[in-house]
């Protein structure tokens, strides 16, 4: 079983920056594909960005790319979420996701575990 926990959401302006965090408590988060999701109010959880075990195969959606960058550090069993130049749009719970296979996916219905969120709220 892994639990993952997702930390660093926040209020912030158009424009500014967030760095979020996904801690995995089991043994076996350097195995796992990655990946972030969001889902706004009244909206289905999309795809943001997934990094495979190998910090390869990294996509981002279109929505998020040039202004968002996921990295891991499997030593300290965490994912990131670096994002700049916040828009109202990217508003949303943010989720991360662990897949207990190696290739990276978009697809939130091949992830495995699943954190509680974090909200992060860009203000205009």
């Known amino acids: 079983q892994e639990l993952l926990k997702e930390s660093g959401g926040g209020y912030v302006q158009v424009g500014g920056s967030l760095r979020l965090t996904c801690t995995a408590s089991?043994?076996?988060?350097?195995?796992?594909?990655m990946a972030w999701f969001r889902q706004a109010p009244g909206q289905d959880r999309q795809f943001v960005s997934t990094?495979?075990?190998?910090?390869?195969?990294?996509r981002y959606a279109d929505s998020v790319k040039g202004r968002f960058t996921i990295t891991r550090d499997n030593a300290n069993n965490s994912l990131y979420l670096q994002m700049n130049n916040l828009r109202p749009e990217d508003s949303a719970i943010y989720y991360c996701?662990?897949?207990?296979?190696?290739?990276?996916?978009?697809?939130?219905?091949?992830?495995?575990?699943w954190g509680q969120g974090t909200q992060v709220t860009v203000s205009s």
């Open positions: 990094i495979n075990k190998y910090s390869g195969r990294i």
């Open positions: 089991g043994r076996a988060f350097a195995d796992y594909a």
């Open positions: 996701a662990a897949k207990t296979q190696v290739l990276s996916s978009s697809k939130k219905n091949e992830y495995n575990y």
